[in-house]
């Protein structure tokens, strides 16, 4: 399964009719008409009524080919996972209704990530639809599954019932790649990264954290394979689209650069983002915060959560990246610094600068890039100090009960 790009939206989403409301226990209910029974509103099941009256109206999908939370296992499959929306098609050869579109529904908050496109997809994939969607509501991204080139191909939006039945669509051309800005374009913009940046961050540091943003985005220069202290490289994953949570109890999402790892005999995704930071007493004090986030057994969790503006030093060209070695520790609260640089100074010595941590020293005087010594050794030093930080936790974890 490969996912070329993202589809457009459906027109006119957000403005189909919703539902009759009614009050159950005090609480507002839709009389869903699929279902034909009351559904207590919730910002997801707002998106869902939203799309099955844009499938009703717009699309002229018959009632009766609708399936709303439908359990997979209605279609023979061995689970128990539900997709939100199945648009069904009857196949009179064989006198079956079979699966044509899978839709997988979001509440607005929701980023339409890497995540939910593995979820769409997997569905798409065990009930053999033609189509499918995902949306909160807002973003709308539709796919057509080319059995010829093996793999889902965007499509401008999701086609007119009986246009489905034919397998027409509109597909959305590949767009020419964006060219890297070069270090004297950097210079000239240091804010053509606002929305990944915090309005507060300083243009000369905006200016070096551009280079190593897009270091990280563009994909023609890879991270080595191979062995690194702690963990090995086993693949650069490349940049995914992806939501983690902090521990403000918000979100960090936006693109990743992925890689992944072996660790302890288990294989990790660790990966790096960027995006403004700021604090519910200070919401006007926007800084720039570096996320270095692990998926692993347990969870895809933030682990390093570095703000930029306190953590990145710059001497002219001279660029250092360090952390102050802050640390929460989920609903215990906060750390002890002490114990973590103990911690460390049993695995990662070099890592330890007097009272912080130290992660790599860059030269800001060209285009940096994920293969060359000095980049290669921050992210390693980073990926290293994130997966300490996360033993850290387990053992104060352990500690506590």
């Not at 226990?25 to 799309?51: F, H």
């Not at 551009?210 to 023609?220: A, G, P, R, S, V």
């Not at 390093?304 to 710059?314: H, Q």
Request: net charge negative; glycine share 6%; aromatic share 10%.
């Amino acid at each position: 399964m490969i996912v070329i790009q993202g589809g457009m939206k459906m027109k006119e989403l957000s403005k189909q009719p919703l539902p009759e409301v009614f009050i159950r226990n005090g609480k507002e209910c839709y009389l869903d008409p699929i279902r034909q029974r009351l559904i207590y509103v919730t910002p997801e099941e707002k998106v869902r009524q939203q799309v099955v009256s844009y499938l009703l109206n717009v699309l002229n999908v018959p009632a009766n080919m609708i399936r709303v939370e439908e359990h997979l296992s209605h279609y023979g499959l061995k689970t128990k996972n539900r997709a939100d929306i199945i648009i069904e098609k009857y196949e009179a050869d064989e006198d079956v209704v079979v699966p044509l579109v899978v839709i997988e529904c979001k509440a607005p908050t929701v980023m339409l990530s890497d995540a939910v496109i593995t979820q769409m997809t997997g569905y798409a994939d065990e009930l053999g639809c033609k189509f499918c969607v995902m949306t909160n509501g807002t973003d709308v991204e539709c796919f057509y599954y080319s059995e010829e080139q093996g793999q889902y191909l965007a499509i401008e939006e999701l086609p007119e019932y009986t246009s489905m039945l034919k397998e027409e669509f509109v597909e959305i051309p590949l767009e020419e790649p964006l060219q890297r800005l070069t270090l004297e374009e950097i210079n000239e913009h240091p804010r053509a990264y606002d929305a990944d940046f915090g309005r507060s961050t300083p243009d000369d540091l905006s200016k070096a954290m551009i280079n190593f943003w897009e270091c990280l985005l563009y994909t023609d220069h890879k991270l080595p394979v191979g062995k690194y202290g702690i963990f090995k490289v086993v693949k650069d994953y490349g940049v995914r689209m992806m939501s983690y949570g902090n521990a403000s109890g918000g979100y960090l999402e936006g693109a990743y650069r992925s890689f992944i790892i072996e660790y302890k005999e288990s294989t990790e995704i660790v990966s790096f983002g960027i995006c403004p930071y700021c604090t519910e007493a200070r919401p006007d004090y926007e800084r720039t915060a570096l996320s270095v986030a692990i998926d692993n057994e347990e969870s895809s969790h933030n682990s390093l959560e570095l703000i930029v503006d306190e953590n990145v030093e710059l001497d002219g060209d001279t660029v250092t990246f360090f952390h102050h070695g802050r640390i929460s520790v989920g609903r215990i609260g906060s750390g002890k610094k002490e114990e973590l640089r103990e911690l460390i100074s049993k695995t990662a010595p070099n890592l330890i600068d007097g009272n912080r941590f130290y992660l790599g020293r860059l030269t800001n005087d060209h285009l940096w890039n994920l293969d060359e010594p000095d980049v290669k050794d921050l992210i390693v030093n980073m990926i290293t100090y994130a997966l300490i930080r996360d033993e850290y936790r387990k053992i104060r974890k352990a500690q506590m009960k």
